[in-house]
């Protein structure tokens, strides 16, 4: 059962923020700290990327858990206690957009780098290392 009450909920949904979000920053500061220059939520790009390193074709998105469906993209719904069938559809359609956006930009020539918050708040090294797998 929910600890909050409609009205409360509702809100607490409603101020969830999709830019600028804390795992964002870190990963954004920490690449400027590392000298690499990009753009962030670049809306000439399908899904405006959260970082898009223009100079090299990287998009990069950073993907909440609750949000994209971490470890239930078979099944979306399963991750809530109400309301199942409306947050199955919503969350059911974000992994599906995510996969078409991934299509689009590889197929305008980018390489597209998804992260998970919660990897990035546990050990952004490991992503940036990642990132410069991909960087000359």
Do not use: C
């Not at 909440?64 to 947050?87: L, S």
């Amino acid at each position: 059962m929910d600890s909050l009450n409609k009205n409360q909920r509702s809100h607490n949904m409603a101020s969830i923020k999709s830019k600028n979000t804390k795992a964002e920053r870190v990963l954004r500061l920490a690449l400027w700290h590392r000298g690499i220059r990009y753009r962030k939520n670049w809306r000439k790009l399908p899904g405006s990327p959260d970082i898009a390193i223009t100079k090299y074709k990287i998009a990069i998105f950073v993907d909440g858990d609750f949000w994209h469906a971490r470890g239930h993209e078979q099944d979306p719904g399963e991750q809530v206690a109400t309301n199942k069938e409306f947050w199955k559809k919503k969350l059911a359609r974000n992994v599906e957009r995510d996969k078409e956006v991934n299509d689009q930009l590889t197929q305008a020539g980018w390489l597209v780098l998804r992260f998970w918050e919660s990897d990035i708040k546990k050990n952004i090294d490991a992503v940036l290392d990642e990132i410069n797998r991909y960087l000359p």
